[in-house]
């Protein structure tokens, strides 16, 4: 069973950075888009950013200019450069890949918490 796991959450100030990465926990061949989602408490899932394999990225109009969205695909590893955080980033938030081989792969999801 092929797994994605994030990494780089945690708590940070309002203004402040973070990096997230998210990685498979095996090869998984080809893989055509990948994004961020994002969670917050009562609220649905909302798509973050997205990076297909070729073509431009798109970013939520809310996090546009702050959040940066960049894979590696000799790693199959795909990260989330977030910048002047608000206390309305914090979400619980998750990477996605659409693989050749197994089709949607979805992470555990790691929490972003920023304090005002």
């Known amino acids: 069973q092929v797994q994605l796991v994030e990494s780089g959450g945690g708590l940070v100030q309002a203004g402040g950075s973070l990096r997230l990465s998210c990685g498979a926990s095996?090869?998984?061949?080809?893989?055509?888009?990948m994004a961020w989602f994002r969670q917050a408490p009562g609220k649905k899932r909302e798509l973050v950013a997205r990076?297909?394999?070729?073509?431009?990225?798109y970013y939520a109009a809310s996090v546009k200019g702050r959040f940066a969205i960049s894979r590696d695909n000799a790693k199959n590893t795909l990260y989330l450069q977030m910048n002047n955080l608000k206390p309305e980033d914090a979400a619980v938030y998750y990477c996605n890949m659409f693989t050749v081989a197994y089709g949607a792969l979805w992470g555990q999801g790691i929490q972003v918490t920023v304090s005002s």
């Open positions: 095996r090869i998984i061949g080809s893989v055509s888009s």
């Open positions: 990076i297909p394999d070729s073509g431009s990225t």
